[in-house]
């Protein structure tokens, strides 16, 4: 299916590889090495602040897909998340299956190859640690399901379970899953859901820019 859509992308040069960018559909993307995820992982994890990333992640994903949304002019929440999901895949982030989906409430979906865990092989994790997957995943679900979301990974193959396992839900669905207190100790949501709220309502193209570095100065001074 993947293959599929990157195929028909390109025949209809809707994503173009040309004068040293990657462009799809007037959305410019670029290739993000697994080392680079991982590193920035461990940056994140060594200095206490895997929430910071998890926020920047948030942040990715919620932008990338409200992109592609209006690039593609997708209409449902069907066309969206399915794109989406291509997306990730195509981009190198892991092979995704979708296990439940229910439009405006929450999506549970695993990762049955992890580029990220050769990185991780001589480090002790006791906690799911796919935090970027997590963070962009639950910023792009937000245009799924219309509404703030969130993601727990509740397995993860970096701490040596079989495949990573990740919800992402609106607050009263992880609630009644019985999850959201994971994510809201896991990434301290006593900080960033005032952050998430104004992105969530005020952010367009004009005002990227200054909603940017208004959350790079506010994650500056946590």
Same mark, same amino acid.
């Given at each position: 299916?993947?293959?599929?859509?990157? !195929?028909?992308?390109?025949?209809?040069?809707?994503?173009?590889?040309?004068?040293?960018?990657? /462009?799809?559909?007037?959305?410019?993307?670029?290739?993000?090495? $697994?080392?680079?995820? !991982?590193?920035?992982? *461990? #940056?994140?994890?060594?200095?206490?602040?895997?929430?910071?990333? #998890?926020?920047?992640?948030?942040?990715?994903?919620?932008?990338?897909?409200? $992109?592609?949304?209006?690039?593609?002019?997708?209409?449902?929440?069907?066309?969206? #998340?399915?794109?989406?999901?291509?997306?990730?895949?195509?981009?190198?982030?892991?092979?995704?299956?979708?296990?439940?989906?229910?439009?405006?409430?929450?999506?549970?979906?695993?990762?049955?190859?992890?580029?990220?865990? +050769?990185?991780? *092989?001589?480090?002790?994790?006791?906690?799911?640690?796919?935090?970027?997957?997590?963070?962009?995943?639950?910023?792009?679900?937000?245009?799924?399901?219309?509404?703030?979301?969130?993601?727990? /990974?509740?397995?993860?193959?970096?701490?040596?379970?079989?495949?990573?396992?990740?919800?992402?839900?609106?607050?009263?669905?992880? +609630?009644?899953?019985?999850?959201?207190?994971? !994510?809201?100790?896991?990434?301290?949501?006593?900080?960033?859901?005032?952050?998430?709220? +104004?992105?969530?309502?005020?952010?367009?193209?004009?005002?990227?820019?200054?909603?940017?570095?208004?959350?790079?100065? +506010?994650?500056?001074?946590?």
């Amino acid at each position: 299916m993947v293959m599929g859509l990157l !195929a028909k992308l390109l025949m209809t040069k809707q994503l173009k590889f040309e004068n040293g960018v990657i /462009e799809l559909k007037g959305t410019y993307l670029t290739l993000l090495p $697994s080392f680079f995820v !991982a590193e920035l992982t *461990k #940056y994140y994890m060594k200095e206490n602040n895997l929430y910071k990333f #998890y926020m920047l992640s948030w942040y990715w994903g919620f932008v990338l897909v409200r $992109s592609v949304v209006h690039s593609f002019n997708l209409k449902t929440q069907d066309q969206i #998340y399915s794109l989406g999901m291509d997306l990730a895949e195509a981009m190198g982030l892991g092979l995704y299956k979708t296990h439940d989906y229910y439009p405006g409430k929450y999506t549970h979906f695993v990762v049955k190859t992890n580029p990220i865990t +050769k990185y991780f *092989k001589d480090e002790k994790i006791m906690e799911p640690l796919d935090i970027f997957v997590a963070g962009s995943m639950a910023g792009g679900g937000c245009l799924v399901h219309n509404k703030l979301c969130q993601n727990v /990974e509740t397995s993860c193959m970096i701490k040596g379970d079989p495949v990573c396992d990740f919800i992402t839900g609106t607050e009263e669905e992880l +609630k009644s899953r019985g999850v959201w207190d994971v !994510a809201y100790k896991r990434y301290k949501l006593d900080k960033l859901l005032p952050l998430q709220n +104004k992105i969530f309502i005020e952010f367009n193209e004009e005002n990227e820019a200054e909603l940017s570095s208004y959350i790079i100065d +506010k994650l500056n001074k946590m």
